[in-house]
Antibody
């Protein structure tokens, strides 16, 4: 069974940085694009960023552009999200998700999420 | 950005009922529409992709239809495990966008 396991969440002060990781297993990691999607407490789903299978392209939501950086290491089967200049509105459960690459972007497997709380 | 609007926002139904949730896109997205189910405290689960294709392992009581701007998710006979929140999501353009969710509750 495909596994995605996020880590790195925690409580951080506004303006500080945090780095999330997603460890993947049981599939050929380097064949798939990957996304980060977040969910603020009690709210809906918000797409954050995507990275292509080889890391050659990345896209971001306007709300995080210039502050967050998505990256991957295909030799280690890991996906990262570097989050700088954090704001209270970045407080959310952050999920990594695999993209099948078909029909645009089909997110077929998700991790369990890691919680980021931005608060002074 | 493409806006996705779901209706209703919440719905009460009974086991055995037939339920339909609708999703409207602010512009045409062809069939680039996916549906997710999310239970409390859990990650979203893909149910339907490309508007009408059933994800492997998902019960056949779930079905999707639509094209362009208007889409529906139908559950033919509600089971106790189906009470959850459902989201549509367009995959036509980046940024990917989700509907606001439909909370399906037990009547």
């Amino acid at each position: 069974q495909v596994q995605l396991v996020e880590s790195g969440g925690g409580v951080v002060q506004p303006g500080r940085s945090l780095r999330l990781s997603c460890a993947a297993s049981v599939f050929t990691f380097s064949n798939f694009a990957l996304h980060w999607v977040r969910q603020a407490p009690g709210k809906g789903l918000e797409w954050v960023a995507v990275i292509s299978y080889d890391g050659s392209y990345t896209y971001y939501a306007d709300s995080v552009k210039g502050r967050f950086t998505i990256s991957r290491d295909n030799s280690k089967n890991t996906l990262d999200l570097q989050m700088n200049s954090l704001r209270p509105e970045d407080t959310a459960l952050y999920y990594c998700a695999r993209d099948t690459g078909d029909n645009g972007a089909i997110l077929d497997y998700w991790g369990q999420g890691t919680l980021v709380t931005v608060s002074s | 950005d493409i806006q996705m609007t779901q209706s209703p926002s919440s719905l009460s139904a009974s086991v055995g009922d037939r339920v339909t949730i609708t999703c409207r896109a602010s512009q045409s997205i062809s069939s680039y529409l996916n549906w997710f189910q999310q239970k409390s405290g859990k990650a979203p689960k893909l149910l339907i992709y490309a508007a009408s294709s059933l994800q492997s392992g998902v019960p056949s009581r779930f079905s999707g239809s639509g094209f362009g701007t208007d889409f529906t998710l139908t559950i033919s006979s509600l089971q106790p495990e189906d009470f959850a929140t459902y989201y549509c999501q367009q995959s036509y353009y980046i940024p990917l966008t989700f509907g606001q969710g439909t909370r399906l509750e037990i009547k």
